[in-house]
């Protein structure tokens, strides 16, 4: 899709039949995309590629019954081929496992190692966690609120139907994400309950041993 500045300074897009965002829009746009930089760069910085550490974020935090690349790429937005190259790459390096899950046939639980739960103590996203936990509480709530908007209206990608029928490695069939869940579990989605037993209501992510409505 090609981009093109208007008389008004706000950016268009080519094609696509929709309003332009205006300039302030855009310019919380350009902040988003600087701090995600900077959470990239991090990543980089440690060996690991982004997409890595978002899975072992994500396979560390999640419930057993979610802890499956099908969710994972549900999750992500991706598709599930190159949600299984992440995860391969992640049992090559010797932080994560794979075993079938009981009574859900040839369907892998992903599960960290001990080699990956010390790995994922080294988040190089705690940078800007720490960062985060500087603002005002209030601020903080407003910060979780807005975050959670814009990712909900964010429209669905990467999640291919064609992915639906690719095999895992070993000749284990693939789940089938279920379109209707939204893929990104988020914070205000947890009840009061799992948020303090949890004690981690992280926008995203699973409450640590909470209930599951992951994809099956």
Do not use: C
């Amino acid at each position: 899709m090609e981009s093109t500045p208007l008389a008004s300074g706000a950016i268009g897009t080519v094609g696509t039949g929709e309003p332009p965002p205006d300039r302030q829009s855009m310019a919380i746009a350009a902040l988003l995309d600087q701090i995600g930089r900077r959470a990239d760069a991090a990543a980089w910085a440690t060996g690991l590629h982004p997409a890595q550490w978002s899975a072992l974020r994500y396979f560390s935090r999640a419930g057993a019954e979610a802890r499956t690349v099908a969710a994972f790429a549900a999750f992500v937005g991706a598709s599930l081929g190159t949600s299984w190259q992440t995860v391969k790459a992640l049992i090559g390096k010797g932080y994560v496992t794979s075993n079938k899950m009981p009574g859900r046939g040839k369907v892998l639980r992903i599960d960290l190692t001990q080699k990956g739960r010390q790995r994922i103590a080294d988040d190089p996203l705690a940078e800007i966690g720490r960062a985060v936990a500087q603002l005002d509480p209030t601020l903080r709530i407003t910060l979780i609120e807005a975050a959670e908007g814009v990712l909900r209206r964010l429209p669905a990608r990467g999640v291919a139907a064609s992915a639906e029928e690719e095999t895992a490695p070993g000749e284990v069939e693939a789940e089938r994400p279920r379109p209707s869940i939204h893929p990104v579990p988020l914070a205000s989605d947890l009840t009061p309950t799992e948020t303090e037993d949890a004690g981690e209501a992280v926008i995203g992510f699973f409450p640590r041993g909470g209930r599951v409505s992951a994809p099956e």
